[in-house]
């Protein structure tokens, strides 16, 4: 008995010491904790609510309370902005905060499946109807500049006007100056842009090309970009089909006629910007025609310039013969040759059309400052992608 008594006496003491490092008293207790002292019951574990998994910004934050809260009211507007050809500044930033750019890709943010949403709305359109094949139509109409044709030198004319060896570009390439003819036809006067060639791919029963899985630049006004050549020949073929008409791709005699406004020796089309100034007649003064192209950026609703690809067919303007994107453009356009280094030197005079076989094709740009003109050849294999603009083969004006 005693010994029970000496044992208790001990748990007691032993018990004494530990309990004041792990007991709670009820002051203790957190204020939406019940008194656990005075109901007997355990103490309930207060659960947190979840934190915000995207961490927005005050500036994502500011962009969410200008949008609809009803997903169905954002796509709906997304829809009408996505149907816009030429989207002002301020309606391309809508578009952009509706699609979620500025949000979170891990974890997805909500804002981000309304680009899925309008992807999938343009792949599940079905063929073009006849209205919009017309419409197509009505407007190439009026978009097609008519030439007549004629002799001229084509290629770096350099030589003929200055030292013998002193050329405008510097590259073999791009000459020697030999004489061409051409007969009458009609070019586009913009590059194909992303409505029109969504009626081809529709109609192959194709998927929209998507630029980098975005539908960010798909607007339809805008240059469509990163088409293979087979698929540039293909749209102008389409467009044969359609119109019962001669389309193809430009010849590079025809893309050059057209650039240097009907053969004249020009190498920059921007005689018509009075803020040039020009270091000789055929050169500008590179810095002012840089700011003159930053100019016209600013003017078509970039604030600072720096216009990203894809962009409006007339983001710079047009040569004095209405042609677009062949000034200011340093981005590349399909023609139909094949291409090789020294063809300048075999080409037949009348109607060239490139060498019969070939690994690569020839590629077009527009004068942009000292390193390109429009007298430049570049060649790229027809697997890659890049922009492109048909001709009509008719010596007649399409009425």
Partial sequence: ????????????????????????SANELPPSAPNAASTGALPSTSVQPPSDPWD???AQKSILATLPQSVDEQRKELLRLSRIPL???EERKRFEALTGQRFPMEPRHPLRDNETWLI??????????KTELAALIASLKKRMIHLRGGPFMMGDFGPLVFKPRLTLT??????????????????????VTHGEFDLYLRSQGRPPLDDDGSIYFR?????VIDVTWHDADGYCQWLARITSKPFALPTEAQWEYAAREGGKLIAYPMYHWPDVKWQNKYQPVFATA?????????????????????????????????????????????????????YYSVSPKHNPRGPETGTERV?????????????????????????????????????
């Avoid at 510097?170 to 590059?191: C, L």
């Fill in 219 to 223: 607007r339809p006004g805008y240059v």
């Fill in 363 to 399: 590629v077009r740009v527009g004068s942009e400052t000292w390193a390109n003109t429009i007298l430049n050849r570049h060649k790229q294999p027809p697997e890659k992608g890049t922009q492109f603009r048909c001709v009509l083969n008719d010596p007649k004006p399409w009425r």
């Fill in 87 to 89: 989207p002002t500044y």
């Fill in 1 to 24: 008995m005693t010994s029970q008594i000496q044992s208790v006496a001990m748990l007691a003491l032993f018990s004494s010491l530990l309990w004041p490092h792990f007991a709670v």
């Fill in 170 to 191: 510097g590259g073999k390439q791009n000459g020697p100056p030999h004489e061409v003819m051409v007969d009458g036809y009609a070019i586009m006067k913009g590059r």
């Fill in 56 to 58: 927005l910004s005050d």
């Fill in 120 to 129: 999938e709305h343009y792949r599940a359109l079905g063929k073009p109807s």
């Fill in 290 to 342: 840089e700011k003159a192209i930053t100019k016209r950026e600013i003017q078509a609703g970039r604030p600072g310039g720096g216009f990203s690809m894809p962009y409006p067919p007339g983001l710079h303007g047009e040569n004095r013969i209405g042609m677009q994107s062949v000034l200011g453009s340093g981005s590349w356009e399909w023609v139909a040759d094949w291409y090789q280094d020294d």
